[in-house]
């Protein structure tokens, strides 16, 4: 008794923003450097995790690949007025709310298709790929032939890049907490697969008013409401 809760576009994407982000924690460390320090480029296969060059064109290459799945994204959602990932008034509060429901086992308060702190992770994750995108962009263009970029622009862009990685590391890493509370592990087959059960939706998503109109249709060929008596997440 499954419903969709996420598109084949938006799995796609959130696949293909971990393997970038992920890309570029790994290349972005190999550029300080560090690999060949802790004796990681003697591991088979991991000689070139020392070679400069090497792991700044993989840099490179996952940044196009992150610029390019961002720039589809938002012309996506834009086009389609899809907008329910954006925080909202309030979330804050609702966040927190929600956060002690699950440590404390009570009732949550009803949430949209995603929980308030969904939203918060989403846009704090999104405004720092953005810092990263814009200060990686002039990093590039000082190692251009021909440009010559103000001394004091080109220090504050690398420290702002820098900030910018840990805060990206911070949020990835809170993203992934999240699983630590078990209500939120029947979220994840839904970035796999794409579905989410009707009976989860209806007992945390009440106010997502297309998912409860699936649940129901659904629900309906197998008994209505009383399918989910027994439910909990």
């Known amino acids: 008794m499954k ?6 576009s938006n799995r796609i994407v959130h696949a293909v923003t971990a393997m970038s982000i992920f890309g570029l924690f790994f290349t972005g460390f190999g550029q300080m450097p560090v690999y060949k320090r802790y004796m990681l480029n003697e591991v088979p296969f991991m000689a070139w995790t020392a070679d400069y060059n090497i792991t700044l064109w993989w840099h490179y290459f996952f940044s196009v690949v992150l610029i390019g799945i961002v720039f589809y994204h938002l012309t996506y959602h834009f086009l389609r007025k899809e907008f329910d990932i954006l925080p909202k008034k309030g979330d804050v509060k609702h966040s927190t709310e929600v956060i002690i429901a699950m440590i404390t086992g009570k009732e949550e308060p009803p949430s949209e298709k995603y929980l308030p702190e969904q939203r918060l992770g989403y846009a704090f994750i999104a405004f720092w790929i953005v810092v990263m995108i ?7 263009f000082k190692n251009m032939s021909g440009i010559d970029l103000n001394n004091d622009l080109i220090f504050w862009m690398a420290h702002i890049h820098n900030l910018g990685f840990f805060m990206l590391i ?11 509370f078990k209500p939120n592990r029947k979220l994840l087959p839904a970035m796999l697969w794409g579905k989410i059960c009707s009976c989860y939706t209806k007992s945390r998503h009440i106010k997502w008013e297309a998912g409860i109109k699936q649940s129901n249709e659904v629900l309906k060929r197998h008994g209505g409401d009383e399918a989910c008596k027994d439910y909990k997440h």
């Open 134 to 140: 814009i200060t990686g962009v002039v990093k590039t």
């Open 170 to 180: 911070l949020g990835v890493g809170g993203h992934l907490a999240a699983f630590l």
């Open 3 to 8: 419903i969709e809760r996420q598109s084949l």
